[in-house]
């Protein structure tokens, strides 16, 4: 029964995956400001360059293995949709670099988990790569900056055993 | 000559760190508390039971990847020598378990973080699975009750992303 419903709410998960998908898709280069809001929604957060271009970024949810930024050019039309959680933009990030470079590279982090005896901070996004995955990014806590990048593949028990 | 010497101490020194760890191996069930002290040293921790017996806790360094437990008896001697770290104690951990019942099963975590979204603390610790996969298994507790939530268990991936 709770494996039923879990499958059930698997299907639907991917169902509503694919919706987003298919909304950020239908999204091109050149088109306005109030037609990607109008398709999309309103971003989760704004990024401004100093040229007057902005990144609109919008997170899909806490189990979500996608995020999608919109980069608008100084005349407020899309000049690219791109799908951030993989490695084209994981392997960017270098160590020094500071919370800012990294949420705006990559989004809004799905956790954050700090540990106070090595004064880390981890941010923590679920992605899809062959497998479900976690990257992480592992920060000087006091001095906000990149120390390094752990990539972490979830092991089910076979059982169920201890699983929540 | 002269040259021959140093060559052979580090030679030597792998042999005498992996005497370290085979410590324990010579630990055999009914060797005296003063032999397991001599032996492997002073434990980082001491569980005492209500029948008189006792586990000594030995996490092997800060960052080590293995824990020892040896349970004395009431009478002092070993009754038997078991390495922690390993997927089989990691299977008895449930949910709703307290910290302490966590930490006599596996003993000290080798980090402790806390995550600010759900007041909750985690405990991770490193180990390897088969002697060879590098994993880490993060244990969370919700913060109020001190109950144990969730656990997860991940494989190292060491290819900085560049797993085929």
Request: hydrophobic share 40%.
């Amino acid at each position: 029964m709770i494996a039923a419903l879990r499958r059930a709410a698997a299907l639907l998960s991917l169902a509503f995956l694919a919706a987003g998908c298919a909304n950020f898709s239908a999204i091109s280069p050149g088109d306005s400001a109030p037609t990607v809001e109008a398709r999309v929604g309103a971003p989760g957060a704004v990024w401004k360059n100093a040229d007057g271009s902005e990144v609109w970024e919008y997170p899909q949810g806490f189990y979500a293995v996608q995020t999608f930024m919109v980069a608008f050019d100084s005349d407020h039309v899309v000049r690219e949709v791109r799908q951030v959680l993989n490695e084209t933009y994981f392997s960017r990030i270098r160590p020094g670099m500071s919370r800012e470079d990294v949420r705006r590279l990559i989004g809004k982090p799905r956790e954050i988990w700090y540990f106070p005896a090595r004064d880390e901070e981890t941010w923590t996004w679920r992605y899809y790569d062959i497998t479900y995955r976690f990257f992480n990014v592992l920060f000087d806590r006091s001095e906000g900056t990149v120390r390094t990048t752990l990539r972490l593949d979830e092991i089910l028990f076979m059982d169920g055993h201890g699983r929540h | 000559m002269s040259a021959t010497f140093p060559r052979a101490v580090l030679l030597l020194l792998p042999v005498l760190s992996a005497a370290g760890c085979a410590g324990f191996s010579g630990i055999g069930p009914g060797a005296s508390a003063q032999r397991v002290e001599t032996l492997v040293g002073a434990p980082a921790s001491v569980w005492k039971n209500a029948d008189g017996s006792e586990v000594w806790e030995y996490p092997q360094g800060p960052l080590g990847v293995q824990t020892y437990m040896v349970t004395l008896g009431s009478d002092r001697a070993v009754r038997e020598v078991r390495q922690v770290l390993s997927d089989e104690t990691i299977s008895k951990l449930n949910v709703g378990m307290s910290r302490g019942e966590v930490r006599r099963l596996l003993g000290r975590p080798r980090d402790i973080g806390f995550s600010g979204l759900n007041d909750e603390e985690i405990w991770s610790w490193r180990y390897r699975e088969w002697g060879v996969r590098n994993m880490e298994l993060y244990v969370q507790f919700d913060r109020p009750t001190g109950a144990l939530k969730k656990i997860t268990r991940f494989q190292i991936d060491t290819s900085d992303g560049k797993r085929q």
